[in-house]
């Protein structure tokens, strides 16, 4: 396994760089044609199709804080690979549902399907600390911040462009990239996490409000929160 992993370590950290890259991407993607689709689901007015659009991403948000300790316990005790490959699979769906949607209710059941697949993000940095030696892991870190704002730089650029050729279009493009990212995974992506260093699956671990809660044993992340919010000001 550790031979294995060694020579497929570029490829599996490129995978990472890319599913990151992919998922900012998506989520930007959307941004330019969603209040335009909205419209065209609802008939109703612009600033109906903002209220609905601010639902689509609370109800994202809200369902992602839920559910990301749930999946990241199952990473713990399954292993890295088979999570990514099914929040690969979900975001794929998501988009598939936003792009063929019928009515706004299938907005939020793809929009919903993604929250609770998102876990691309904290399983894919996972991931990184998996097979990075100790000397490597801020530079590859660094290189999946790279990612992180890259995708959001170009992913509305992208969903301005492809929405020339119609709202559902950006939809299709990131559903196609997803499903084309999943498929390179599951052929070339190795587990990462080793069988001796999993962890049996607690229900306490996986509630988000107990997660919080147990921020009080790190003081110094409670001062960096404190003070983020604070400069939002």
């Not at 396994?1 to 992919?22: E, Q, S, Y």
């Not at 950006?170 to 996490?193: D, R």
């Amino acid at each position: 396994m550790g031979g294995v992993m060694n020579h497929r370590r570029p490829a599996a950290l490129g995978f990472i760089f890319v599913t990151i890259l992919i998922d900012v991407i998506g989520f930007g993607i959307i941004i330019p044609v969603l209040p335009k689709l909205i419209q065209e689901l609802t008939h109703g007015t612009l600033s109906q199709a903002a209220w609905y659009g601010g639902l689509l991403m609370f109800a994202y948000s809200f369902v992602q804080f839920v559910c990301a300790p749930f999946v990241g316990g199952l990473s713990d005790r399954y292993g890295r690979r088979p999570v990514l490959l099914a929040s690969l699979f979900g975001f794929t769906l998501d988009y598939l549902f936003l792009a063929f949607a019928p009515s706004i209710f299938w907005l939020f059941v793809g929009r919903v399907l993604a929250g609770i697949m998102g876990a691309s993000f904290t399983t894919g940095y996972a991931y990184i600390a998996d097979i990075s030696p100790p000397e490597k892991r801020a530079q590859n870190f660094g290189i999946l911040g790279a990612a992180f704002g890259f995708g959001f730089i170009i992913g509305p650029v992208i969903g301005g462009i492809l929405g020339q050729y119609g709202s559902r279009a950006p939809f299709l493009a990131a559903a196609a990239l997803t499903l084309i990212n999943w498929l390179f995974g599951f052929f070339i992506l190795p587990e990462s996490l080793t069988l001796e260093n999993r962890r049996k699956f607690e229900w306490q671990k996986a509630n988000p409000i107990g997660s919080l809660i147990n921020l009080k044993r790190y003081p110094m992340i409670i001062g960096l929160v404190v003070a983020f919010f604070s400069n939002e000001r």
